[in-house]
Nanobody, 119 residues
Framework: QVQLVESGGGSVQTGGSLRLSCAASGYVYARYCMGWFRQAPGKEREGVAAIRSDGTTYYADSVKGRFTISRDNAKNTLYLQMNSLKLEDTAMYYC?????????????WGQGTQVLVSS
């Protein structure tokens, strides 16, 4: 049974940093694409970043240069380092995974961790 558990969310002022983690279990983590998504109140969920099993990364334009996605296959853990946080980064952040490439629907999702950025 695939399980994804996010942590690391919290409250931070604009310009600050947070590091999100996602602990994965129940499947062959190293072979799967991992992604971070977010959903702000009243908005649709959007993709933030993704990383393939070979380490290739993808970022939404809104976070390029500020966020860094990484994975530790030995620890079955996904990370999202978020720097220079802006008010508009406030959202619930979700970890997700799928087999194969990072294209298409993600099959498994965590429960989310809240990020609140204030001025």
């Amino acid at each position: 049974q695939v399980q994804l558990v996010e942590s690391g969310g919290g409250s931070v002022q604009t310009g600050g940093s947070l590091r999100l983690s996602c602990a994965a279990s129940g499947y062959v983590y190293a072979r799967y694409c991992m992604g971070w998504f977010r959903q702000a109140p009243g908005k649709e969920r959007e993709g933030v970043a993704a990383i393939r099993s070979d380490g290739t990364t993808y970022y939404a334009d809104s976070v390029k240069g500020r966020f860094t996605i990484s994975r530790d296959n030995a620890k079955n853990t996904l990370y999202l380092q978020m720097n220079s946080l802006k008010l508009e980064d406030t959202a619930m952040y979700y970890c997700a995974t799928k087999s194969g490439t990072c294209l298409g629907q993600f099959a498994y999702w965590g429960q989310g961790t809240q990020v609140l950025v204030s001025s």
